[in-house]
T-cell receptor, first 113, second 112 residues
Framework: DGGITQSPKYLFRKEGQNVTLSCEQN?????MYWYRQDPGQGLRLIYY???????QKGDIAEGYSVSREKKESFPLTVTSAQKNPTAFYLC????????????FGPGTRLLVL | GEDVEQSLFLSVREGDSSVINCTYT??????LYWYKQEPGAGLQLLTY?????DMKQDQRLTVLLNKKDKHLSLRIADTQTGDSAIYFC????????????FGAGTRLTVKP
């Protein structure tokens, strides 16, 4: 089945530690996105990539990094510079033509110990 | 900046209709969306409407758009307990997907 997957479902981070959230899609989509969701707030865009080996910062990129070495994969690293990383992280993908909307993964909940 | 606003909570009885409202500020919004998020899950696209439409119906869901007032609503007929979730309104200012803006979400609780 085609879809977009994220792993793990829950992730724990210690102070000062970097952690990487996985996002994979087999929809042959060119564009991929990372969002952060906090309680009572809408989604906020962290990073997005419209093509392999290229990505742009979103609204809240500080403390995060990404890579896009493969079309299918768009991992997000939450660095120790991100002072408030506890949130629900959603990955999405789209064909990138602008004619349709995004498909979302199931999300990863990151908790700081 | 441009905002998308929704009320945070809505509670209805099973079998009643639910109406979730959304307002947006950017008059150039082209696409307007409704997403559903169940606990611990990602967003699921329910429906979307182009700004040149007034209404779109899909089974139990009816979307109404008042472009003049920048008001979007989602009506769920015969609401079931399985409809309990958070519903997000979103807009695209243009045809580029990375320009989507989301509201904070409305938590719908359906009581038996």
């Amino acid at each position: 089945d085609g879809g977009i997957t994220q792993s793990p479902k829950y992730l724990f981070r210690k102070e000062g530690q970097n952690v990487t959230l996985s996002c994979e899609q087999n929809l042959n989509h060119d564009a991929m996105y990372w969002y952060r969701q906090d309680p009572g707030q809408g989604l906020r865009l962290i990073y997005y990539s419209q093509i392999v080996n290229d990505f742009q910062k979103g609204d809240i990129a500080e403390g995060y990094s990404v890579s896009r070495e493969k079309k299918e994969s768009f991992p997000l690293t939450v660095t120790s510079a991100q002072k408030n990383p506890t949130a629900f992280y959603l990955c999405a993908s789209s064909t990138g033509t602008g004619q349709e909307t995004q498909y979302f993964g199931p999300g990863t909940r990151l908790l700081v110990l | 900046g441009e905002d998308v606003e929704q009320s945070l909570f809505l509670s209805v009885r099973e079998g009643d209709s639910s109406v979730i409202n959304c307002t947006y500020t950017d008059s150039s919004s082209t696409y307007l969306y409704w997403y559903k998020q169940e606990p611990g899950a990602g967003l699921q696209l329910l429906t979307y409407i182009f700004s040149n439409m007034d209404m779109k119906q899909d089974q139990r869901l009816t979307v109404l758009l008042n472009k003049k007032d920048k008001h979007l609503s989602l009506r769920i007929a015969d609401t079931q307990t399985g409809d309990s979730a958070i519903y997000f309104c979103a807009e695209s200012i243009n045809l580029v997907d990375n320009d989507m803006r989301f509201g904070a979400g409305t938590r719908l609780t359906v009581k038996p």
